[in-house]
């Protein structure tokens, strides 16, 4: 999953915490919606790698 997202391997652990702390990526998670979840997860990812980008420049 995370090489479809195309995070970095690098950034995989800080990418874990990122969607952790996301609450309502959790709340998700807690319904067992997984159509949501990755919904969502694509999303975050994209915010994600944009955050390093700018981190990078």
């Known amino acids: ?5 195309k995070i970095p391997p690098n ?3 800080g990418f874990q915490y990122y969607v ?3 609450k309502d990526f959790m709340k998700i998670i807690n319904l ?3 159509s ?3 919904f969502l997860l ?3 990812a994209q915010q994600y790698k ?3 980008t700018i ?3």
């Open 20 to 22: 952790v702390e996301n």
């Open 42 to 44: 694509v999303e975050l």
């Open 11 to 13: 950034h995989v652990a």
């Open 50 to 52: 944009n955050t390093i």
């Open 55 to 57: 981190e990078n420049e």
């Open 36 to 38: 949501a979840a990755e």
């Open 1 to 5: 999953m995370i090489s479809d997202l």
């Open 32 to 34: 067992e919606n997984k």
